[in-house]
């Protein structure tokens, strides 16, 4: 059964470095979202991506995020200057539409020193 | 934006004890769909079911959307069962999901 995938599982840096989370979403689907879980808390929605571009974006999405598709498979979330606060556990998803099932990615720990 | 409460927050069963767990939502919604996080933090799609009743072995799941709540069943249930159970719904644009705070559920032996 088709999956998305996440690497790596967990990324240790310190902080102002920058990370690149990469998913790489089931083939057929064309929307892909970045979700984050700090510990403990519920999962929050950061962005959604439709067509090259980003179709909507949480406040928590600011300057410091950008999303990228470098080529057919990978989806891309980089933090260009981590903070402390930036450690959570980022899950990617996909989806064949708008308002269809999302499958979720297993995550990576971003932890941030 | 839209509102998901789920509850009980926490619940606590013996192994082979049914329970059931609530998710409501504020407004109409195109998607539902529950989670369970395992021990790992791995998010487990269960259902997507924005409306109506589906069932997977000892799991089923009913969502009333003209009603705007959600019923996850669990029968019979073993200690793999532990761990949070999320429910999420669509948000107005149709694109992000909105999670509950989650309802941790620990089955003990």
């Known amino acids: 059964e088709p999956e998305v995938t996440q690497t790596p599982s967990h990324q240790v840096t310190q902080m102002g470095q920058e990370v690149i989370l990469r998913c790489v979403p089931i083939?057929?689907?064309?929307?892909f979202y970045w979700y984050r879980q700090i510990l403990g808390q519920k999962v929050e929605f950061l962005v959604s991506?439709?067509?090259?571009?980003?179709?909507?974006k949480s406040e928590i999405f600011d300057d410091q995020f950008s999303v990228e598709r470098p080529d057919g498979s990978n989806f891309t979330l980089k933090i260009r200057s981590t903070k402390l606060e930036d450690s959570a556990m980022y899950f990617c998803?996909?989806?064949?539409?708008?308002?269809?099932?999302?499958?979720f990615g297993p995550g990576t720990r971003l932890t941030v020193t | 934006g839209i509102q998901v409460e789920q509850s009980p927050p926490d619940l606590i069963l013996q192994e082979g004890a049914n329970s059931t767990l609530r998710c409501n939502f504020s407004?109409?919604?195109?998607?539902l769909q529950w989670f369970h996080q395992n021990p790992w933090g791995q998010l487990i799609n269960l259902f997507y079911?924005?409306?109506g009743t589906k069932q997977n072995g000892r799991l089923s799941a009913t969502t009333v959307a003209t009603e705007r709540y959600s019923l996850l069943y669990i029968s019979s249930s073993q200690t793999t069962d532990s761990g949070v159970y999320f429910c999420a719904v669509d948000s107005n644009s149709g694109y992000a999901l909105n999670f509950g705070k989650g309802t941790s559920l620990l089955v003990t032996p």
């Open positions: 991506f439709y067509n090259n571009e980003i179709s909507e």
């Open positions: 407004d109409s919604v195109n998607n």
């Open positions: 998803a996909s989806s064949v539409g708008i308002g269809r099932e999302q499958y």
């Open positions: 079911i924005p409306s």
């Open positions: 083939s057929n689907h064309l929307y």
